[in-house]
């Protein structure tokens, strides 16, 4: 089953996504998955590497899902379409 969204492209030079990141939202419980790689995830879980670098190829409410365990959709109904306008 592909988990990516439809407009989602990979380059060849980009690592390999051989990590599933499982995801549980601390609001609403609800659970998803994230494909990273492992190397980029171990380097960003030892503070060595930016979230906005190890997982450029996620967007940033997935990105924001795996750093504060809030999914994008009570990120939005907390903090609004834009908490920072």
Not at 49 to 69: C, N, T, V
Request: aromatic share 10%.
């Amino acid at each position: 089953m592909n988990d990516r969204p439809a407009n989602w492209k990979r380059l060849d030079t980009d690592p390999p996504l051989d990590l599933r990141v499982e995801v549980i939202c601390n609001t609403c419980g609800e659970a998803g998955s994230l494909w990273v790689n492992r190397a980029r995830f171990t380097a960003w879980s030892a503070r060595r590497m930016l979230l906005q670098d190890a997982f450029a190829h996620l967007s940033i409410p997935d990105r924001e899902y795996i750093k504060s365990r809030i999914c994008p959709n009570c990120w939005t109904k907390t903090f609004g379409p834009n908490p920072f306008a």
